[in-house]
């Protein structure tokens, strides 16, 4: 597995606002929505049928994770302030048809994506750097291919636009390690909003709660906030002022790079899978079910020892540490991870939806062998703890490639040290993540868990 290390940061406010977005306008009782359960609310909030063909709005965006950012022009954060929503911000944004533009304004400049899903492209400039950078989908053999989501690590863009259909699904996934109810109702970009509060189930995270504003008509996330548990104001806030379900003109997603910016192309292979978009189509007979899915996920939970055998380092565990039970690891090779015989989990099931890069027998694909060699070899996670309490430590051999990815990371991590382990560290009131290297192992142990909790475990790892 490739350890994208300077992506730790990205993900970890990813994470955060994988478990929400919110940002609730004061009370107001003076609505007159029908009363709605918060497995109804969620229900509605999810369902393809229910929601606008069209949104657009203004949005603002607060980002409390890592304190005061310093100004603009600070090279040292340069990664910091070139995303947009790492700090606080305002935008634009758009969808239609399979079309989102999203257009985010700060004080380290304009950015903009645009991103065409029935074409397969995507547009991202960055009005700091003046750059302009076209995303195209090869799509191979796989007619009807659905192109990867913007910022994905499939792309390696730098932006992902928050639509309110991510967001939706972003927090069904949240709830099912939380408790969540419908607290009330209130009024957010003129419309009609249920509240939907959702706290953890696990004690020992550093995540508070999450409140979102859900439009009471269409059944929209109108505004979010994430809350660090025992913090009085949000770590993380994200919504509309003014919303439109209106149909958007398609001159809005038509975008060319500003005279003079410097512009690159990059193209992004599909290697000939099949991903269409419609589940229900001819092809859908090939389709692994659900079923097969779920039971080929669990040959992936691996004991100690299972791991242990599968990875050509010195697998290092948290030893006398008492906290956080050790739950699973796996171990992923070659892009695909293993079962305890080795052999590729998924592997029979990607062949079976026409996948070349599956078996490596054919296609224009390398073998899996060949790409583990290329990625520098297997890695390993191990995970302790549930739900949103939970720590994973990630390990792999140390190879030129990860050692470079070292030196690329971001100046908010800082050197520190836990239990006399030299680490590089970002501990935010949401969670941290840390980075260090030991005999030849590269290590990464993140969590949504207080600062303290995340240094003892590193103190732990043998």
Excluded: C
Aim: aromatic share 6%; net charge negative.
């Amino acid at each position: 597995m490739r350890l994208r290390l300077p992506l730790i940061i990205a993900a970890l406010a990813a994470a955060a606002l994988t478990v929400g977005l919110v940002a609730v306008a004061g009370a107001d009782d003076d609505t007159e929505l029908p009363p709605l359960t918060a497995p109804e609310l969620l229900a509605r909030m999810t369902s393809q049928d229910e929601g606008p063909a069209s949104v657009s709005g203004e949005l603002v965006w607060k980002n409390r994770l890592f304190g005061d950012v310093p100004a603009f022009g600070d090279e040292a954060f340069a990664d910091v302030l070139q995303s947009p929503l790492l700090s606080d911000g305002s935008g634009r944004l758009w969808a239609q048809d399979r079309r989102v533009r999203f257009d985010a304004y700060t004080r380290s400049g304009d950015q903009v994506a645009v991103v065409d899903g029935a074409a397969g492209t995507a547009w991202v400039y960055d009005g700091v750097r003046d750059t302009a950078t076209l995303y195209e989908v090869d799509r191979g053999s796989a007619d009807g291919a659905q192109e990867p989501a913007l910022g994905s690590p499939a792309t390696g863009a730098p932006l992902e636009a928050p639509t309110p259909e991510r967001i939706a699904g972003m927090l069904a996934g949240a709830a099912r390690f939380m408790a969540v109810e419908v607290t009330g109702e209130s009024v957010v970009a003129g419309r009609d909003v249920y509240l939907l509060t959702m706290t953890p189930a696990a004690a020992d995270t550093a995540l508070g709660s999450v409140q979102a504003a859900i439009d009471g008509g269409t059944f929209v996330p109108l505004r979010v906030d994430v809350t660090a548990r025992g913090a009085d104001e949000p770590a993380l806030s994200f919504g509309f002022e003014r919303i439109s379900y209106a149909s958007v003109d398609d001159d809005v997603f038509a975008f060319s790079p500003p005279a003079g910016a410097e512009v690159a192309r990059e193209t992004i292979a599909l290697d000939g899978a099949d991903h269409g978009d419609d589940p229900e189509g001819e092809d859908s007979a090939d389709r692994p079910s659900r079923e097969e899915l779920g039971d080929a996920a669990r040959r992936a939970l691996l004991d100690l020892d299972q791991a242990g055998a599968l990875v050509d380092f010195e697998l290092r565990a948290a030893e006398g540490y008492t906290a956080r039970d050790f739950r699973w690891a796996y171990v992923i090779d070659g892009g695909l991870p293993l079962d305890a015989a080795g052999a590729p989990v998924f592997g029979d099931l990607l062949g079976a939806m026409g996948d070349p890069t599956a078996t490596g027998d054919d296609g224009d694909g390398p073998p899996p062998e060949a790409d583990a060699a290329a990625e520098g070899g297997p890695a390993a996670v191990l995970l302790y703890g549930e739900g949103f309490g939970a720590i994973a430590l990630a390990q792999t051999r140390t190879t030129p490639e990860v050692r470079e990815r070292l030196g690329e990371l971001p100046a908010l991590f800082a050197p520190g040290s836990a239990a006399g382990v030299p680490t590089r560290a970002l501990l935010t009131p949401l969670g941290g993540a840390a980075v260090w290297e030991d005999g030849g192992v590269t290590f990464v142990a993140f969590g949504l868990v207080p600062g303290q909790d995340l240094l003892e475990f590193i103190g732990s790892v043998r």
